[in-house]
């Protein structure tokens, strides 16, 4: 690792945080102290004893940026990203867009996952969110694959021919039309709301605007607490996130 | 499509056919029949008219594949698949050995991500599983990007070095060490697994072997019956299909 | 068991048979053939060796008596059932108003629960449900707890100063004002509906109408597969059946 | 209400108390207090208003006081008890057997539904448990349905000839063979257990101690955030409890 990396520090699943490594800065946490000096040159994967544990110095994998992100509106998690990009149909060199941006975090793994020869673009109404989330993606090296517009997808989207749109706001069913338009045949749109009413409403609309193989489904994770003969789902815990609606694009035989 | 290729025929979501083109071929159905001829030519996500339904001529992802593809040992679903990529890391140009071949469903979703310049290794000790899977992804064209070893991974993993480890097999616990020699280290190891017996153990093994931020989950997915105000969970189906328990490789620190 | 008794005959979970005993008469099955009069004269968790297994002979307790009857449009299941009588605060001696009928399940229920000294009154539209229903009651030696009424509950309510009121029908909505007139004061109101509209829609309306401490909830149950060191949840089962409205009349101080 | 008399106050869904009511005390919330007094003389389900909102004063149900009592160890949810008590076949008049006693809550659940003609008897080896259990039933009236009684059921259970056994304790499998000879020929053990290995252990414990029609099941309870036109399952919460293992007591015939 160089000046400049980004590294998780994993203490234990409660104490992760996520660093870009500066000479001369530290980080403190309860269980003792780390000088990014004496993370520069390690190698990911290795750890280090600190006061009172070891810290493991881990590569970011998106999830982990999960955790570290500060994340204000942040509803859509790991269990839920992973299934619509699955089912998306995305793959290196996709074409995907996105609205909103919100903290960036679909955007950067849906930037993850297209590679370098793909593209992402990613509407929002809001600059602040999108400086926040351009700047996430430039901490992960993922900025070049991302264009950053600033605009209403309700008003329409500029992309023709895209593999995939990612719709995660409140009305998505303004924009299934635009989608529709916007994707190439056969192209997928994923749609993720947290409730019941928008489930419906979104459904009912990509079925009339002509998608097919409209699916909504919940995603439910349940996490495990495991100790020699005392195995056990976790006491407390996120019980509901949203709701995922799936589609593609159907058009007149010629 | 031309011929060779290949297409999800979807008339409804109880009749959905992976396809591949040959002339003088039918796709036979109660809905009506359509000639191989009368696709060829065709765009993908245009639509046919046939006796009584239209056909959706759709590009195969990898979640229609799935519905596709017979698969007589299937555990395995997307909402599983989905999650387990995305924790892993991988992103294209990955390096990820998996076993058991199986169907070779996650081996095609596997190369999906991993993309031209990435390489999946899949072992299996069944050289007919492994003949189905390899015939699986040439029609998915991506045979390119997978190495099919005959081999038992409870002897040890050659490959050295690589980004991740998806265990799909009934003895898991027997495979921690051999995968954490096999990974880089903060690589990630991803484990599927039916019962909570499985679960405890190869937990317990993970922990026991260098592995940290070890995680067990279920994925529980839910379908939704969509209709104007009348929308609710479908009243029957999938309850259970494994847990998936996950983890990083960690090294002493130099 | 003397004859006219009733009696359930468990051979395995697939096997479950609710008899009323009648000398001359046979119960047949795949695994073997019992005589009514070999069972009579046998006590209530005897059990007897028929051709291929051995036929327990138990006490039919009221989840055994809903294996055992046919149901066509059942959909209140005992975990629904068990969860709305407890948090109804029904007890002996209480008096419980229910619409509409059905096949009885929830009646007979009701009728176990309040005893000798309480009252179940059941309203339906349509006299052979309640004919139905009324035949299962005196099966189980429960008629004379429950009142059969051919009316409708969205015309009112007849009865006063009851302590609970189970609504199982399409538009509870329209009898939320009348069950609150019916109800003494604290009185607890139980829906039962299958969609999220109608959850929202009872919801609001009793709301509205001066129910308090009103709570929606879903009842899931899993049901576990059990064998030495392979044990999981079932994979195939019931998903879903319907969402559970509670609340409690409040009336304006004095 | 007189004094003496026990009441729900019920101002909203964080704000519910257990009161028993005594002159010259006063009840103080964050929303406004309430002397006893102004709630004496009142009927069950008024409501007075009060500084920053309004009381509700409610007849205690069982799942108030489930919210009301304090319960330092308390797993046993309504969820989880409305289903054991409805498989259970018990009504009013049954005898019932449980350990450990606890709280009490279970205790005085079963009181509530066996009646006054029914019995529970309640072992714990800690007499403090079973002091403030006591006072628990003896609140609630209930007192007189109820023998505490200072005992390991690992020794063996006295009473024979029961209806059912409940048991909520962290070695249930040593008191399989004690329910058994307990219980009346074709009465039900209800068993909560928290883990799954626990699960496995005490459902092949009673499988080879003669219990028939063994099940195992977990009831999970999501609750709804309902708002017009944005309904939800509610975002963080419970995620379990425990898993329940029934059967029933089958004797070879005669």
């Known amino acids: 690792m160089a000046e400049g990396d980004l590294v998780v520090v994993w203490i234990d699943p409660r104490r992760v945080y996520l660093v870009k490594l500066e000479r001369g800065k530290r980080l403190d946490t309860d269980k003792g102290s780390l000088l990014h000096e004496d993370i520069i040159g390690k190698e990911y994967g290795e750890s280090l004893a600190i006061q009172r544990g070891k810290a493991h110095l881990l590569y970011p994998t998106l999830d982990y940026i999960y955790e570290g992100l500060h994340r204000p509106s942040q509803v859509l998690y790991p269990k839920d990203i992973g299934y619509m990009i699955y089912v998306s149909g995305i793959k290196p060199g996709s074409t995907v867009v996105e609205a909103g941006t919100g903290s960036g975090f679909l955007t950067i793994s849906l930037a993850n ?79 993720f709301i947290p409730t019941t009413n928008q489930l419906e409403r979104v459904f009912l609309t990509m079925i009339q605007n002509n998608f097919v193989d409209v699916k909504a489904v919940e995603i439910i994770m349940r996490e495990f607490q495991v100790k020699e003969n005392a195995t056990r789902p976790r006491t407390i815990g996120v019980t509901h996130t949203g709701y995922i609606v799936s589609g593609r694009k159907s058009i007149k035989g010629s």
């Open 113 to 191: 996952f297209v590679g370098n020869e793909g593209r992402v673009v990613t509407y929002d109404v809001r600059e602040d969110m999108q400086n926040r989330a351009r700047k996430n993606a430039r901490l992960l090296g993922l900025e070049d694959r991302v264009t950053f517009k600033l605009g209403d997808v309700r008003q329409g989207i500029e992309e023709k021919d895209v593999d995939a749109v990612f719709l995660d706001m409140p009305d998505p069913w303004l924009v299934v039309q635009h989608a529709w338009s916007s994707l190439r045949p056969s192209g997928t749109l994923e749609v």
